[in-house]
């Protein structure tokens, strides 16, 4: 599969994103990966797409063991490091903090167009926070993928923690400016109360928004 690989910063990270050309993926290509064999009932865009995504971490890592898949399908990352994988469209993205107990998680998404964010509005905040996007003056597609996109990135990083599914309700968005977006937890989840808030910084690269949620053990000790 013909692959480019560059990187960019986001929040003091670097963030590896691999752009790739699906239509030369071949299944041989998957042979690079120890876990292939656990793929071979997956589609082609599936494969191609998690092929990108382990290239991305293959260079986020640099001399480290590429990450297998776990019983949920989450990355399971070498001793020592967390990380967070995203793909979208002909792009995947990787990142990766030397810190097993770190927090992190990483998305990245289409903006929506207008009449489509309008349309599934509902099943991503509800009307407190679809208030908070509306007063940001934001177009509100915009304003819609950051909080759908902060949401999944939120989601990514606590899984190891909390070990089960989570859906859009698992959390809120109470603030949105020009560099992060900040969410909250309604609810106790396994090891973070109620109320507890997390800080995500994201950009914009063309019609694309990423968001990036990285906090190290100690950080925010009262809330978590």
Known sequence: ????????????????????????????????????????????????????????????????????IGPSGEPLWPDGVSGSI???????????????????????EAILPEYEAREIKDGIVDVQEERV????????????????????????????RVKSYMGFDCARVTALDVQTITLALPRKLAGFNEGASFILHWQQHGEQVITLLSHAPGDEPSRW
């Open 1 to 68: 599969m013909h692959t480019t690989h560059s990187t960019f910063s986001l929040a003091g990270h670097t963030l590896h994103r691999i752009t790739f050309d699906s239509a030369t993926f071949t299944e041989a290509d998957l042979l690079w990966l120890p876990h292939h064999a656990l793929l071979a009932d997956a589609g082609r865009k599936r494969k191609a797409d998690h092929l990108a995504g382990r290239i991305a971490a293959a260079h986020a890592l640099n001399d480290r063991p590429v990450p297998g």
């Open 86 to 108: 995203t793909h979208s469209g002909t792009q995947a993205m990787a990142v990766v903090v030397r810190d097993r107990q770190a927090l992190i998680g990483i998305d990245c």
């Open 133 to 160: 996007l509306s007063r940001t003056g934001y177009p509100f597609a915009l304003a819609l993928t950051l909080a759908f996109s902060a949401k999944e990135s939120l989601f990514k990083a606590l899984f190891p």
